[in-house]
């Protein structure tokens, strides 16, 4: 009799276990269908009952670049969402999409969700989509965060991204690059050992960062989740930094409050992006950092980011 009770304990325990490692799992993975019949991805980390903010992943990135952080939010009083942008992670492709279109998804989502008023931080490719938010959505935002982020090529400043060049005058060139990068990140064990090689070519303040074994698997989980259906989605999405933004930081909201941080030692894109952005917009706070990169500015003060977006 006792081994029958210590046997069915057991297997009860397992059960449990499965359960909540399914729940856990599901919040990784979850998918909302859109009233044009499209299907856009996200991931929920932290308090169900916390201060809503949206995250708006890299380019190329996915849903998955916030899970980055899911050991940094901890007892915060924080519900993090991370969303797949259309063509990458879970969300379905949509033709012709532009920069303006993403806050209609994002209210769409929190609608579902049942959120009225939300925080928005986009960083690096991300940042135009928090921008855009700002501009297009101000009456459901309770603030924005830009980090790390990449300017419009409209804007004046001396050292700009090769890469909207190569976009703009060699399409071509631009999307064997992407399907490239698609391809590399099939093996995720040849992709990081390839990411650790390259690694001494990074800002120290990188180096520091993606030396964490932990940090640096993620990445990579993460930056392949942006090709789980093919290289189709991060190209459009290149095409849409090298447009217009359509609209000018100049109009969004004074009464909305933005905040940008950046470091000063970011190779990847220009702090004078930041500077020039945190100029135009009515309402911002910039914090530029001396030594910091373009990966190690968030995860060194996102506890200060948090506090600022969520007080």
């Known amino acids: 009799m006792f081994l029958f009770n210590e046997a069915l304990f057991f297997t009860i325990l397992f059960i449990l276990r499965s359960v909540y490692r399914m729940k856990d ?33 890299g380019f190329p990135g996915s849903r998955l670049e916030a899970n980055l952080l899911a050991d940094r939010i901890g007892e915060m009083n924080l519900r993090l969402i991370g969303i797949d942008r259309p063509g990458m ?25 049942r959120i009225d008023k939300f925080a928005v931080e ?6 135009p989509y928090a921008a855009a938010c700002a501009y297009k959505i101000p009456e459901r935002l309770t603030s924005c965060g830009i980090i790390s982020g990449v300017a419009s090529k409209d804007l004046e400043i001396e050292k700009k991204m090769k890469l909207f060049s190569i976009i703009r005058l060699f399409p071509w060139l631009f999307r064997l690059m992407i399907w490239i990068k698609s391809r590399g990140m099939k093996d995720l064990e040849k992709a990081e050992k390839n990411l650790k090689k390259a690694l001494i070519k990074f800002p120290e303040a990188d180096r520091k960062v993606l030396d964490d074994p932990q ?16 290289s189709k989605g991060a190209y459009h999405e290149g095409k849409i930094y090298a447009k217009s933004w359509s609209f000018n930081l100049e109009d969004i909201s004074s009464k909305l409050k933005v905040y940008i941080w950046h470091g000063e030692a970011d ?14 917009i ?5 914090k530029f950092y001396p030594g910091e990169g373009h990966y190690s500015t968030i995860f060194n003060y996102y506890e200060d980011i948090i506090d600022a977006l969520t007080s």
């Not at 993975?29 to 809503?52: F, V």
């Open 267 to 280: 190779e990847a894109v220009p702090v004078a992006m930041g500077r020039e952005m945190c100029n135009l």
């Open 89 to 113: 992670g879970l969300s379905d492709f949509k033709k012709n999409r532009s920069l303006l279109d993403w806050p209609d998804d994002v209210v769409e989502l929190a609608d579902v969700l």
């Open 122 to 127: 986009g960083i690096s490719g991300g940042g």
């Open 215 to 230: 940090i640096l698997s993620k990445f990579i989980k993460e930056s392949a989740e942006a090709f789980r259906q093919g």
């Open 25 to 57: 799992e599901d919040k990784l993975n979850q998918t909302i269908t859109l009233k044009d019949g499209r299907k856009l991805g996200y991931i929920e980390l932290g308090r169900s009952d916390g201060k809503p903010l949206f995250h708006f992943h």
């Open 282 to 286: 009515p309402n911002c706070v910039g």
